[in-house]
């Protein structure tokens, strides 16, 4: 078997290495754009995933604790954490086998990305073609506008001049730009500094709030209500579920099959992020996060804060190219413009894809709940349904179990072990995710819609105070009289 896993390797790499060096001359320009631009290594893959994976949610997970209760937060956490880890480890491996049938069949992929509808269309037919690019699809769009929202409701807390509907007017022009990034080959250094930014992010909130203290009178009543537990539980299926890029993440490795175990080890780096942040800013300020899904809110003010809000401001640009730059893909296919070598005619032709996802993110500016409802109603099929019932459904026969380029893991019962993994997964995200949190998540949305409006200029921020009169003076009163 090992030779087999070899010779399928060599299969899967050969022309995609051929494909990325081919015509490179070795100048200063090609070793600098190599070190800082395009890369392809497993480590490249590592900083990609880690850093999409926590992004903005990390501000909303001390949210999602307050109306969960700290033990639910960590179980939580750490649960969907391996389930996230493990439908990542079934994408990769339907990718390679996908991958390796066309290069078998002398399919050449110099200037086209594969993405995952291709591959549940290769592997299962247009049907699941269909299903699979829609959610996927849409999970992206409502991504990308979770993060205009998200640069909007933090730089309010640094200048509050200006209302957060004008700012995401603002940050969509500026996110707009990154229809010039070609693919996830380019997205090296932003990677990297994206990773160093959350890094920073999460360390700030953990030791502010053990500085600040409990404030006075902290309460953690969570949970208290059905509907903000399966809120807060869903929002964490959400935080484990941005691998909807992983097909376009691997593809731009060197070697695809390296890819099996760097979600997992992502995932164990942004535990150590989110589990201390969450907690601490939670032991700080119990409920009063229920009304404040950004933690930046209840912070104080200082140089630390405003580093941070910067750093994540530049983080959610970067975390918005992630997820809208499969969306560019997909667009770019539709309208043939996919091969095409220029990549300003490619640029352009991408623009269109940015207007709804500005429009969107002016419409439900609610940052927080539209987490958890993007989390239930999409994150729950893309992520975690569909890869888990495609892997059952790609191997069902004997057959296609013995000529797998992958075999699943001995020491989780091969086969068997798979499947009833994947089994359960289906039953629990349906019945959990899907099922309750959908529920949940849609009351809380509605309610959003119904205390602030839709279009609303400035979600959650605090009334303006208002100036209080001058004391009117009475020169000739005579305070004394009538005594």
């Not at 992520?383 to 013995?402: D, G």
Request: proline letters at 4%.
């Amino acid at each position: 078997m090992e030779n087999g896993e070899k010779a399928a390797e060599t299969v899967v790499v050969g022309n995609y290495v051929e494909m990325e060096k081919d015509g490179k001359a070795s100048d200063i320009k090609s070793k600098l754009s190599d070190m800082f631009w395009h890369g392809g290594s497993a480590y490249d893959a590592w900083f990609s995933c880690a850093s999409n994976q926590v992004a903005q949610v990390l501000l909303t997970l001390p949210y999602s604790f307050s109306q969960l209760g700290m033990l639910s937060g960590i179980l939580f956490q750490l649960f969907y954490g391996i389930l996230g880890s493990w439908t990542a480890y079934l994408i990769s491996i339907l990718y390679v086998e996908y991958r390796t049938r066309k290069e078998r069949e002398k399919v050449n992929f110099r200037n086209h990305v594969i993405q995952w509808f291709e591959v549940l269309d290769g592997l299962l037919g247009k049907h699941w073609r269909n299903v699979g690019l829609a959610f996927n699809c849409t999970f992206l769009l409502f991504g990308s506008v979770i993060q205009l929202i998200a640069c909007a409701s933090n730089i309010y807390y640094i200048n509050d001049n200006l209302d957060k509907r004008t700012w995401t007017y603002i940050f969509g022009a500026c996110c707009a730009t990154t229809v010039f990034i070609p693919s996830f080959h380019n997205y090296r250094i932003w990677s990297f500094l994206g990773l160093l930014m959350t890094t920073y992010t999460a360390w700030y909130l953990t030791i502010a709030s053990i500085l600040h203290g409990q404030v006075q009178g902290v309460k953690h009543s969570g949970p208290s209500k059905l509907v903000l537990y399966f809120t807060g539980a869903t929002n964490i299926l959400y935080t484990f579920g941005g691998h909807a890029v992983t097909v376009e993440i691997m593809h731009a490795m060197w070697k695809p099959q390296k890819f099996k175990s760097i979600y997992l080890f992502a995932t164990l780096y942004v535990l150590t992020l989110t589990l201390p942040s969450a907690s601490a800013v939670y032991w700080a300020f119990g409920d009063l996060l229920l009304n404040h899904s950004n933690s930046f809110a209840l912070l104080p003010k200082n140089l630390y804060r405003d580093f941070a809000v910067v750093l994540m401001l530049i983080h959610q640009f970067i975390t918005f190219g992630f997820a809208c730059t499969p969306l560019y893909f997909v667009w770019e296919k539709l309208i043939g413009m996919h091969e095409c070598r220029s990549m300003c005619k490619r640029a352009a032709a991408r623009l269109p894809v940015v207007i709804p996802i500005w429009f969107l993110a002016i419409i439900f500016p609610f940052f927080g709940p539209i987490n958890s409802t993007v989390g239930s109603l999409l994150v729950s099929f893309t992520v975690y349904i569909i890869p888990a019932l495609a892997h059952i459904f790609t191997f069902r026969s004997s057959a296609a179990r013995e000529n797998a380029v992958e075999q699943p893991p001995r020491f989780l019962g091969r086969w068997t072990g798979a499947f009833t993994i994947n089994a359960f997964i289906v039953v629990w995200v349906f019945i959990v995710g899907f099922g309750f949190g959908g529920w949940a998540s849609m009351i809380n949305f509605v309610h959003q819609i119904d205390t602030f409006g839709l279009f609303t200029k400035c979600y959650q921020c605090p009334p303006p105070v208002m100036a209080s009169p001058p004391p009117i003076s009475h020169p000739h009163f005579n305070h004394t009289h009538g005594l």
